[in-house]
């Protein structure tokens, strides 16, 4: 019987004790010497780096959640679940940042009420925690919103993905943006056109097609104005009419097919419907919109980007249209 050979980690079957011990120090106790004695890769030298030594312009941390506070237009405060990602530039001569330090700076300011400008007190906070010149943070998460059905008068939840996003550049020029996705019903004015053609020439009844839809706005808020989710909500129901139901009846479901009817439109009319609506309130600087119909009548979706135009502001080149699936 050959001799078992030596485990590194484990006890052999031989019963040879492994040649590393593992044990973890529950009564270990850091002192403030000794957390002076660790070693620190913020110190090491910049020959240290790896591959080429150039900048980066983006590092840091994404999904990072905690439990944010936030105000609604009515004053209530809410506490959410929030995904956080937070990045910093990196010069060239550095190896790394102190990712940790970002976190920290949140935990400081978490019994806060988020705001933009407690975005922007957060963002100086770690540009001057990292040593860094320029910083970005988007904070997400899931706002409540109670909406009443059509004619029954019940009541029900609906849930909407928000973003806020802080961008900090060495200038110390200082940019916030919201980020609203809603959810709607678009029902096709050309279906709707052949099947009212089948049913006067051929008697034939028939169903236009209609399909669950979905528009992303985001938008850059003036310097010194405010401008609430709930604002953002209207803007988009004022324009588009047709968001989807939580609770409903029959009466509710009767009401839905009726404001389809009324409210037809091709995914260019909601680009358009939006932007007139966004294009008028004087507390957005600048906006950008992408829509998406996830067709029931072909394989693929229809979609379509619009923005303000202002010069040197959002471009209409949003392409992450997989995004808006819902």
């Known amino acids: ?35 002076a004695s660790l070693p620190d890769m913020m110190e090491a030298a910049h020959h240290t780096v790896h591959g080429v ?48 330090r970002i976190m920290r700076t949140f935990y400081d300011h978490k019994n806060e009420v988020t705001t933009g400008e407690w975005m922007g007190r957060i963002l100086k906070n770690y540009l001057r925690n ?21 004619r029954s008068g019940l009541e029900g939840f609906q849930f909407y993905t928000v973003a806020f996003e802080g961008v900090m ?11 609203f996705d809603f959810v709607y019903s678009s029902a096709c004015p050309c279906s709707a056109e052949l099947s009212e053609h089948a049913r006067d020439l051929r008697g034939a009844y028939s169903v236009p097609h209609s399909q669950r839809s ?53 995914v260019e009319d909601a680009a ?14 600048d906006f950008r919109i992408a829509c998406s119909h996830l067709e029931s009548l072909h394989s693929h979706d229809a979609v379509s980007v619009i923005c303000k135009g202002v010069p040197g502001g959002f471009a209409a080149n949003f392409m992450d249209f997989g995004s808006l699936l819902c």
């Open 53 to 100: 030594n150039v900048p980066i312009q983006q590092v840091g941390i994404h999904n990072f959640k905690l439990p944010l506070k936030y105000r609604t237009k009515a004053g209530q405060i809410l506490t959410l679940e929030t995904s956080v990602t937070g990045t910093v530039s990196l010069e060239a001569e550095l190896k790394g940042i102190n990712m940790s």
């Open 1 to 35: 019987m050959s001799k078992k050979k030596p485990m590194y980690l484990h006890r052999s079957e031989d019963g040879a004790e492994p040649r590393q011990t593992r044990s973890y120090a529950k009564k270990f106790r850091v002192t403030p010497a000794y957390r």
């Open 169 to 179: 550049t060495r200038d110390g020029r200082y940019r916030r943006f919201i980020h």
């Open 214 to 266: 979905k528009a992303r706005v985001t938008v850059e808020e003036v310097e010194g104005k405010k401008i609430w989710i709930e604002d953002i909500h209207q803007h988009c129901l004022n324009a588009l009419q047709t968001e989807t139901q939580v609770m409903v009846k029959r009466e509710d479901e009767q009401a839905f097919a009726e404001l389809n009817g009324a409210y037809l439109k091709f």
């Open 272 to 285: 358009r419907l939006l932007y007139k609506e966004f294009d008028a309130d004087k507390r957005i600087a």
């Open 130 to 150: 990292v040593d860094s010149k320029d910083a970005r943070l988007r904070i997400s998460f899931s706002y409540p919103m109670v909406r009443k059905s059509l």
